[in-house]
Structure formats: structure tokens, C-alpha cells
């Protein structure tokens, strides 16, 4: 009896070591999903100055994002190197969170990879958005300057804003080739948008413009010596003068002339291979194959389900009907 109690004791042992050592594989093989998820995470991060900037980061503060052809292509190649670092996790061997996370960082890597055919299929600037809204809507809410170093770099970006500029127009001038142009509306918001980045000083008289005006502002609020203050100024309007404001009327005279080629149509249907490309952003909204109609009609018949549930709703508590 004692030698079976004994044998029966080991036994007990050995099943524990397993589970122990099952357990441990696990949890390994998910740490290490977790870190390359992380190393993943952190080398984007590193390639992407403006995010930084974001997330409050300031490696690369007197920088803009490349937007050259040159670097999209390399961050396709990125994509497909870390989706080939994935699939060396072993999965069967992650938590359930792990997994779900590895499911959908893998996913994620893989919509880019296949649409990467489809990145010319917007428009660079627009009614809303742009490099022409975007420079100096992230210098004056994002670029935050605490010291003087942190004012060379905001004047770094304005400087750098004609090598942006020129990317942007390289990006406009693939789509043109594509027959991928903004509707005509479009363009008369952002030429003028675009010039009235040009208002006021430095570049002419009067008070100071947008940009000029958010950076003294800035470099108030600072301690900074007389002789430093006025330095960092006479900088930053040389950099508005010699970078922004040829980089603006760059872009401004090019829209002038790619608005003759454009027309009223503002439907993806437009674009090179269209339908299939509006198929692919449904699939890619809606996780589904539904058609267009299909979508459309399930929103029609769950809107008919909510107002019937409301309605019942009214009557029950007494409201009038709806």
C-alpha cells in the first residue's frame, strides 16, 4: 500500500511537471508573439515621424513623413517581412488573447499587402484634407516647443515643407497618368486653401500669417534669451519665405492646370477598375461579400426592425408613436 501511495504520489508529480511544462510552452510562445508584436509596433513607429510626434515622441521632431513612391514601395516590402515573422509563431500554442491578436495583426498585414495595388485610388489633397491642411494644422496643434531645440525643429519642418510639397505633387502627377483626378469642385476649395496659407507676414505686409504667428506665440511662452528669441524669429520667417511659400505657389500653379483635366464626377465607379476596387472596400469595411445592394437593403430592414422595437417601446411607457 505505501509503495502504491508512493508510485501514485510520482505519478501525480510527473502529470504536474507536464502540465507545468505545457503551461510554460504556452505562455512562452505568447510572450514572444507579444514582444514581436511590439518590435513590429515600435519599428513602424520609427519610420514614421509624424506619428511620433503623435504618440509624443520627439526622436525625429524636425521631420516630415516620406511620401515619396520610393518609400511606399519599401513599406510594402516592410508588410511582407513582418507577416512572414508572424507565421513563425506556433499558434496552437498562444492564450486565447494572443491569438485573437495575432489574428488580427496578421489579417491587417495581409489587406495591405493585397491592397497595395489600390494606393493610388484617392486623392492626395482635397476639399478636407491635405498636405496643403495638414502642414499647418500639425505644426500649430501638434508641434508643441518647450525649449529652443524644439523651436530649430519646428522651423526644420517648415523648411522641409518643399521637399513634401514635391512628393505631393509627384504622387498627384502618378494619379493624373492614371486618369485618377479630384472632381472639379474639389479644386477651387483647395487653391484656395493653399493661398491662404500665403496671408500676411512674411509674406506681405500686415499682421503676421497663420504659421508665423502660432510660432512667436510658442516661443513666448518659453524662457529664451533676447538675442536667441529674435535669432529663432528671423529663421523661421526666412523658412517661410524660402521654403512654404514656393512650395505653396508650386503646388498651387500645378492644381491650376490639373483642374482643366478634371470633370464633375465624383464617384469611385470613375477610377481605373472601379467596381472592383469599391468591392474591395466594401469587403474591407464590412468584413463581408455583401454587395452594395445587398448592404443597402440590410440597412434598410434593420432600420424597419429598430423603428418596430421603438414603437412597440412607445406604447408599452405610453409615448406618442413615433
Keep these: 500500500m505505501p509503495y502504491r501511495s508512493l508510485s501514485m504520489v510520482f505519478s501525480l508529480f510527473l502529470l504536474s511537471c507536464t502540465t507545468v511544462n505545457t503551461n510554460t510552452s504556452s505562455r512562452d510562445e505568447s510572450q514572444f508573439a507579444n514582444q514581436l508584436f511590439d518590435r513590429i509596433f515600435d519599428e ?21 513623413n516620406d511620401m515619396s513612391e520610393e518609400h511606399h514601395l519599401r513599406e510594402q516590402q516592410f508588410a511582407k517581412s513582418n507577416l512572414k515573422r508572424l507565421r513563425a509563431i506556433d499558434t496552437e500554442k498562444l492564450d486565447r488573447q ?7 495583426y496578421s489579417e491587417k498585414l495581409k489587406n495591405k499587402i ?12 482635397n476639399q ?3 498636405t496643403q491642411s495638414k502642414i499647418p494644422s500639425f ?3 501638434q508641434h508643441s516647443i518647450a525649449n529652443e531645440k524644439e523651436a530649430i525643429d519646428y522651423i526644420s519642418r517648415l523648411n522641409a515643407a518643399s521637399v513634401l510639397m514635391d512628393q505631393t505633387i509627384e504622387q498627384l502627377k502618378i494619379r493624373e497618368e492614371k486618369g485618377i483626378i479630384a472632381p472639379t469642385f474639389v479644386f477651387t476649395h483647395v487653391i484656395r486653401d493653399a493661398g491662404n496659407i500665403l496671408h500676411g507676414a512674411p509674406f506681405a505686409p500686415g499682421a503676421d500669417s497663420t504659421l508665423l504667428a502660432d510660432f512667436k506665440k510658442k516661443i513666448n511662452r518659453i524662457e529664451l534669451p533676447a538675442a536667441v528669441r529674435e535669432s529663432l524669429v528671423k529663421k523661421a520667417e526666412r523658412a517661410l519665405t524660402d521654403s512654404i511659400k ?16 478634371s470633370d464633375h464626377r465624383d464617384g469611385a465607379w470613375k477610377f481605373p477598375e472601379g467596381l472592383a476596387f469599391y468591392n474591395n472596400a466594401l469587403r474591407r469595411t464590412t468584413t463581408t461579400d455583401l454587395s452594395s445592394s445587398e448592404i443597402h437593403q440590410l440597412g434598410l430592414s434593420e432600420m424597419k426592425r429598430i423603428h418596430n422595437e421603438m414603437r412597440g417601446i412607445t406604447n408599452t411607457v405610453g409615448f406618442a408613436a413615433l
Design 44 to 64: 513602424g513607429v520609427d519610420r514614421d515621424p509624424v506619428r511620433q510626434t503623435y504618440l509624443g515622441i520627439k526622436k525625429d521632431y524636425g521631420k516630415w
Design 98 to 104: 494572443t491569438l485573437i491578436s495575432y489574428q488580427m
Design 114 to 125: 493585397a491592397d497595395f495595388k489600390w494606393r493610388h485610388h484617392n486623392y492626395p489633397v
Design 128 to 130: 478636407k484634407v491635405g
Design 139 to 141: 505644426l500649430i496643434n
Design 246 to 261: 514656393p512650395a505653396y505657389a508650386k503646388l498651387t500653379n500645378y492644381l491650376i492646370q490639373l483642374k482643366k483635366k
